[in-house]
């Protein structure tokens, strides 16, 4: 989670759980399908989170689409990562 991100913002914490999107039961593919929707859309993505014994609902203002994080090399010749991704 981002710092002044999306989730930030609608109160999201370490440990919640995603029970529920835009009313229906968490899945992957429902929240993959509810990011692309919202991109579409611009509809706030509504979520039901269980923390423990509270359960609450927060809505996430994203329409930025599925994202895929890479990782880039920063600096040159080899570095802990490269040696990790060796073939041996």
């Given at each position: 989670m981002l710092w002044e991100g999306p989730?930030?913002?609608a109160?999201?914490?370490?440990?919640?759980?995603?029970a529920a999107i835009n009313g229906q039961t968490y899945s992957d593919a429902r929240l993959k399908d509810a990011i692309t929707a919202a991109q579409r859309t611009r509809a706030p993505i509504r979520l039901v989170l269980r923390a423990r014994e509270r359960v609450r609902e927060a809505s996430i203002d994203y329409a930025g689409g599925l994202r895929y994080p890479r990782l880039e090399k920063t600096t040159p010749g080899?570095?802990?990562?490269d040696r990790l991704l060796t073939a041996r």
């Open positions: 989730a930030f913002r109160g999201l914490t370490a440990g919640d759980t995603i080899e570095a802990g990562l």
